[in-house]
């Protein structure tokens, strides 16, 4: 692909949005003008499977779909919004700056092919998260922010303009009716954010969970960031227990299915496995004999094979069925092997 101007702009801006590490993006401007930090050559990666990749972007780089009857999403390839058009207005959920503009230009699209109201009167938040919801403060002052109690508090500590925090908050559930359509809202507790909800669609068959399952792909770096990983690696579970056929990651070019989650559940069971196998058949020895009294050397070279040991039969197992299984599954797998020693206590030995 040629490198125009502009495909190198939004290769950066979708770059640095996706870091989700705000530092990263300070950092791309550096990244370019001294392009020695590159690995030469960058590594070779395996193909992205086509059942990973969703419907074509229009000219202005999105696309716009029914899920179901008056229920959309949006995407720009890697980052989703829905909203649910109603006789009283738009009820917009999560508000991705990589889209920006482009929401609205998609909510308008919708609202004049169906002849209603194009006008955005709720934003529900998935979580407080700058990249699923820095566009918020595009749709002006009015619009009732819908949130839970804990997204208030970290927007309130965050400050951010660009991030209105919640006029609307909840502790466990909340049913919002808003022109006669139903939206259930709830928390189960911590999973990859302390804030994150469960937003399920009774009546459209669908349930948006952000930033635990992309579909087709496996989490981003390190599981996905993931706050707290036991409740994560639980959270397949409590999603399959809502009754649903469309699924809303918040990520990537496409919806998911029942059949994704599993597929996403087996691959996170397949990785337990892996470490806790790895936890019991890698010998430290070797790496603690070479360095000596460079303890963290050590560590890192004896998780290291851990991590390969894991991995290797996860990575062959996924590859050409999870996207990027062979990019990102070994940070995933360091998260879940710091889980399963901390959280669960194995491999802990106390000196006799
Ligand atoms: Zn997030």
Redo the contacts with the bound molecule.
Sequence with gaps: MPSTPTTRRSFLARGAAFA?VPALAGLVPGVLSDPAFADDPLPDYAPVPSSALGPALNAQGYFVGRVERNLYWVTDGAYQAAFLTTRDGVVLFDAPPTIGHNLQRAIDQIASDNGVSNKVTHIVYS?H?A??VGASSLFGRDAVRVGHVEAKRLLTRDNDPTRPVPDLTFKTHRKLVVGGEKIDLAWHGTN??PD?IYIHFPDHDTLML??VNLPGWVPFNSF??DEDVPASLAAPDRALAYPWKHYIGGHMGRLGTRGDMVVFQEYLSDLVDGVTQALAAVDPTPFFAKYGNNTWAAVKTYQDAQIKYATAPVIAKYTGVLAAADVYTASTAFVILESIRLDQGAGSQVHP
Aim: glycine share 0%; net charge negative; proline share 0%.
């Design positions: 989700s979580h998260h990249d699923h990859h954010t994150n952000v930033d996905n960031l």
